[in-house]
């Protein structure tokens, strides 16, 4: 029997104790008259007063020093001391709780608050009840799990051991909440649109495919919501967003995972230039909610986000993060022998477009630290962006880097039925070549726009990756509660 199986084989038979005993260690609920938290503000108090107080949680550590055992335990606001005394609870008492409760149970105490001769605070225990037994042992503070992908197979684990891995959950929770109230202050509303689509539109990626019984019908996991929302723009709801599951069948690195969390928000009368204030606005309004402040530290770096962020073309930067002399004059074969020569890798379907964004995200992205608002992409770039009025071979697009991360997409909407029509058949002609990560042809979504869609400018924030930045994480993976992973026995 191995040393876990022992543990267990020992929690199997105290669990049988407490039933034999008539005590049902696992009861329908608990009444707690304090949180932890609640009793530490009002310690000074409940202690003066001698209050009885019931706390309760899963105990953490515990100490058997004879006629006194001393434990902490937690509630998830904090963590506490208790202390049973022999001459307070009688030796029965005193020999039961050691002979039932392990690190890892849940119990409930009724008792006073007060202090021990070294100052600290806690609760001393005149009677308590089982709320669960634990029947597996948690791994050790100091040498628990070392392994990533078992901390992330085991995230409950990894919250419950990891201050670090529980505070960056916590401050993702408040970004949530954040990002939502900024919207919501600036007169947006919250909408909700299908995850499960008969096309998997608004983004160039590769879908998940599903099959719907009742319907006998092939279905897509949503790629993004973008369609849906400017549908709504055609409704007639000026300002609307999401933020939920977005879903795309390709690869795991550390700035991507199949199933990943994506904010959308649409601004009918608006357009790309006046989003990128907004984002600015948005962004800066982040980062002094979690710090503060306007300064933070990622990856080693100082990220300022209070001066204005760096406008800057896409062509400009490849001409000074590269030695592309002239970006606009090469076409498809010399991008093709550029990226060879950088070891970078490209398929015969590439369009020339494509390389260029390959090119750029390998070797100029990584390198913009700064907040930085990349501008002026080609055309080809995005089947849903506008043209520039002053220059039709660029769409009026934006994206945001902070870091060395892609936080947000965006772009004036394009809004002209016939020009999107001519857009898809673009995207078709791509995967003709064997570009497979297009959009569909969508013509419910261009019916819709011929009723009349309002100018727009839309924007795409990748949650998980503002959440990496703003916690200094290097891998999404540590900001996703339960990422994706291969099953063991694969």
Do not use: C
């Amino acid at each position: 029997m191995s040393s876990l199986e022992s543990i267990i084989h020992e929690r199997l038979k105290k669990l049988a104790y407490l039933r034999d005993e008539g005590i049902n260690p696992f009861p329908e609920s608990a009444e707690f008259s304090h949180t932890i938290a609640e009793s530490e503000r009002a310690f000074d108090t409940l202690a003066k007063e001698n209050n009885m107080v019931t706390l309760g949680g899963r105990v953490t550590t515990f100490r058997n020093q004879g006629a006194i055992i001393f434990f902490n335990f937690t509630d998830g606001t904090g963590v506490f001391q208790g202390m049973l005394r022999q001459d307070e609870v009688g030796k029965s008492t005193l020999q039961f709780f050691e002979s039932a409760v392990d690190v890892g149970d849940f119990i409930e105490l009724d008792g006073m608050l007060t202090k021990t001769k070294r100052g600290e605070k806690t609760i001393l225990v005149t009677s308590w009840r089982m709320l669960a037994k634990s029947l597996r042992p948690l791994p050790e503070k100091w040498h628990g799990l070392k392994d990533t992908e078992e901390r992330f197979r085991k995230r409950y684990l990894d919250i419950l051991m990891n201050e670090e891995v529980r505070e960056r959950f916590l401050t993702r929770a408040k970004i949530l909440a954040s990002l939502r109230r900024f919207l919501e202050d600036d007169g947006f509303i919250e909408v909700e649109t299908p995850v499960l689509q008969h096309l998997a539109g608004g983004a160039t990626a590769k879908p998940f495919q599903t099959h719907y019984n009742a319907l006998d019908s092939d279905m897509f996991l949503r790629i993004a919501p973008e369609l849906y929302l400017k549908e709504l723009l055609v409704g007639g709801f000026p300002k609307v967003f999401e933020m939920g599951r977005n879903f795309r069948n390709e690869g795991i690195d550390v700035t991507h995972n199949p199933e990943f969390t994506m904010l959308e928000f649409y601004e009918a009368y608006s357009d790309a230039k006046r989003q990128q204030e907004k984002v600015e606005s948005l962004v800066r309004a982040m980062v002094e909610a979690v710090y503060g402040g306007t300064h933070f530290t990622y990856d080693g770096q100082d990220i300022n986000a209070e001066e204005p962020f760096r406008r800057a073309s896409l062509y400009d930067l490849l001409k000074e993060h590269t030695d592309i002399i002239d970006p606009t004059a090469l076409g498809r074969a010399e991008y093709v022998e550029y990226a060879e020569k950088h070891r970078i890798s490209t398929a015969p379907s590439d369009s020339r477009e494509k390389i260029i964004d390959t090119i750029y995200k390998k070797i100029v992205k990584p390198k913009l630290f700064q907040p930085t608002f990349i501008i002026d992409y080609p055309t080809a770039f995005s089947p849903f962006a506008k043209r520039q009025e002053e220059n039709p071979d660029l769409i009026a697009r934006f994206q945001l880097v902070i870091g060395g991360l892609e936080i947000v997409n965006a772009f004036s909407e394009l809004n002209d039925p016939e020009e999107q029509r001519r857009r898809y058949g673009a995207e078709e002609k791509k995967r003709a070549k064997g570009e497979m990560d297009v959009s569909p042809a969508d013509e419910a979504y261009i019916e819709a726009m011929e009723y009349g869609m309002p100018p727009a400018g839309g924007v795409g924030l990748g949650v998980d990756r503002l959440v990496m930045l703003l916690t200094d994480a290097q891998n999404i993976r540590e900001v996703i509660l339960f990422p994706t992973l291969k099953q063991k026995n694969e």
